[in-house]
Every structure is written in C-alpha cells, then in structure tokens.
C-alpha cells in the first residue's frame, strides 16, 4: 500500500475528530447561553425548596376545674362547632357549691335591706329622745321656776336635771346608732352594696365553676389527639384532646439564608403538596420571615464557642399564607410535605413586619357568655329579695 493511500484514512479521522470537538463545544456553548439566558430572564427571579411542611394551630382542650369526666361527646376524626360540648364532668360539687352561694347572695341582700329599715326606725328612736329630752327640760325649768315659794324640795328638782341628763344622753346614743347604720347605707343601694356586691362575687366563682364543668369546642374543627377516658380523673390544666381547623393552616417554608437575600412580605408563592402531585398548585404570598433560623430555636441550639466548629448553612423559617377557597376545595392536613416556590420580581415589600396586628389573628367568642349569664342570675335573685316598692333602699 502507497503513503498516500496510508495517509487518506489517517486525515479522514482527524476530520471526524474536528468536527466532534466543533459540535460539542457548540454544544457546551449552546448550553451555557441558553441556561445564562433562562437565569437572566426567570431563573434568579425564583427561590423554591422542598423542606417546606403544613403547619397550623392545634388547640388544646384543657378543663379549668377539677373532676371526674362522665361523658365525652366527640371521638378523634370527627367535625366539631364552636361551642359544642366536648367533654362533660360530674358536676355535683359545683352545684352544691353554686346553691350555697346563692343562699348567701339572698341572705346578704335581706340582712342589706334591714339596714335600710334600720335607718328609719333609728332616725324614729332619736326623734322619741328629742321628746324626752324636752319634756325633762320643760321639767326642770317649771320647778325651777317655784322653787322659791318652798312648793317644790330642792330633792326634786335634783331628780329632774338627773332625768335631763339621762335624756340627753339617751339621745346622743340614739343618734350614733343611727350614725352608724347610715355609714352602713350611705351612698349606695342595695345592689351595689359592698355586703352584695361580696356575695354576688362569689356566686360568679361558684357559677362558673359550675358552668366550666362543661368543656366546649373552642373553635370549629377536627377533633385528634384524645387522651382521655370516660370515669377518668383530671386535673385543671390537663390536655384531653385537641381540636384542629383545618381552614387556617399554612405552609412553613425553610429556605436556605442564601435564598431569602431578595424575599420580602406579600411575594407570590407557588405551593404544590404530595397528597395531590402537581395537579393542584396553591395560590400564596409570603405572610412573614421567620425571626431567626431553626436551630436558633431549637430544644438544644449548637454552641459554636467549643472549639469545633464547622460553617453549615442555615435555614429560615417562611412563612406563606393559602387561600382559604382553595383549602376549602383541597383541604390540607397538619404536616404534609410541600414544595414552596417563591416569585421575587416584586421587592418593594418589607422583610420584616412593620406594625402590630389591629386585631387578634386568632380568638374565640365561646366563653363571653358564662359571665353575662352568672350577671343575669345575680339579679334576677337581687331582684326577688329585695323590697318591692324599694322605698327602703332608697333613703
């Protein structure tokens, strides 16, 4: 075989092997335009993690007295309102104790009432010694007046000034009785004397003692987490079970510190959770940055000062606010895996909240009642025992 015919191979690979290397490098350069360009024009105008959870409250059920539960009304799983009762304890104590405070209550407002007749019989009693006190005078002053034509023993009129001054003081006792009773009575009423206002005090504690025997649902949700038993003694404070709403939970997102530089309050945020794959996408905007990273917070925070220390990158929690519709059409539950990705085009927001809540973000209205009804039973046996004129109570 000739050199030339050697050689014709030889160049034909070499030819092969440019024009791979051209392709490649194309490639590569293709590759990195195209990957610069999706980074300039959308890439670094996203953050997203997968370390990202539901979250939401779980509201403890907790007597505040004391006792020996009878009844349960609710079972872990099942819907509950606000205020329906949940768990119901023995309430012979409490009643026994409510009926005693009643008792006192009526009994305060009769012994109350006759400081009020009081005052009219002591203010009769002081008028009756006046009369006396001017009769022995007008006594005294008709002997004194003959005692010189010898008709009258001087033993006489010495009995008629020891009968002046028995009068006078007669009647300054009678007028410090009624002193004394009119400091009991002075400025107030029967109802809002301090011996009532004492009694009906107590009653309110009795009463909701009484009432507090009854544990209600604070907020409308699922019931989960149920400990107790029925015959089961508890204590005040005891956690029995725990109602979820599952209309206010959202996601807590823990993005990486490098990722929340341009993250900022109200950004849009795109959430898809495993129960439902990316067939549902939730609507959310970033409701808040966490105060500080999740180790910070933990039960037991790394101390750094020990010498062995080594740089990890932390996490911040983020917090993202769902639309309730949405929950509402695709419920979520406590603790399911998501996927949080967050649009960082806007960047006018804060990072950090600017102002306290104007209201409560979270309340229940089912206890405002207990003291409006105690309020109601104190006056209606007010009512029933005192005066019915009230002409009494009223000097």
Not at 183 to 201: F, G, I, M, S, W
């Amino acid at each position: 075989m000739s050199t030339n015919q050697q050689a014709a191979p030889a160049a034909d690979n070499n030819g092969k092997r440019k024009r791979l290397i051209v392709m490649l490098t194309a490639a590569i350069v293709v590759t990195g335009v195209g990957y610069g360009l999706y980074w300039g024009l959308y890439g670094r105008h996203f953050e997203n993690t997968d370390d990202a959870y539901v979250a939401g409250n779980v509201v403890q059920v907790t007597p505040l007295v004391g006792g020996t539960v009878v009844s349960i009304a609710a079972d872990d799983t099942q819907l509950v309102t606000a205020g329906q009762p949940l768990i119901q304890l023995d309430r012979a104590d409490t009643q026994v104790a409510m009926e005693q405070a009643e008792a006192q209550l009526a009994q305060a407002v009769r012994e109350v009432r006759t400081l009020y007749v009081n005052n009219s019989s002591l203010a009769a009693n002081v008028a009756m010694r006046e009369a006396d006190v001017a009769k022995a005078r007008d006594d005294l002053r008709r002997r004194q007046a003959i005692a010189g034509s010898g008709a009258v023993s001087n033993e006489e009129i010495s009995h008629a000034q020891t009968a002046l001054k028995a009068a006078e003081s007669a009647l300054v006792a009678a007028k410090e009785q009624l002193a004394s009773n009119q400091v009991l009575t002075d400025q107030t009423t029967v109802e809002k004397h301090p011996n009532v206002q004492r009694a009906a005090a107590n009653l309110r504690s009795a009463y909701l003692a009484f009432v507090r025997s009854t544990m209600p649902a604070p907020v409308t949700g699922y019931v989960a987490k149920r400990s107790v038993q029925v015959g089961q003694r508890v204590a005040a404070g005891t956690p029995l079970m725990a109602v979820v709403p599952l209309d206010q939970v959202w996601v807590d997102a823990n993005f990486k510190e490098v990722q929340i530089t341009h993250m900022r309050i109200g950004q849009p945020v795109d959430v898809t959770a495993d129960l439902y794959g990316d067939d549902i996408v939730y609507k959310g905007t970033v409701e808040s940055l966490g105060a500080g990273t999740g180790s910070a917070f933990a039960l037991l925070p790394a101390q750094n000062a020990t010498g062995n220390w080594i740089k990890i990158v932390q996490r911040v929690p983020v917090r993202i606010h769902l639309d309730r519709e949405q929950l509402q059409q695709h419920p979520l539950r406590i603790g399911l895996s998501t996927v949080a990705e967050v649009d960082l085009h806007d960047q006018s927001g804060p990072t950090l909240a600017q102002q306290p809540p104007r209201q409560a973000p979270f309340a229940t209205q089912v206890y405002d009642q207990q003291l409006a009804e105690a309020d109601q039973l104190i006056s209606r046996l007010i009512r029933e025992n005192s005066a019915a004129s009230g002409k009494s109570a009223s000097r």
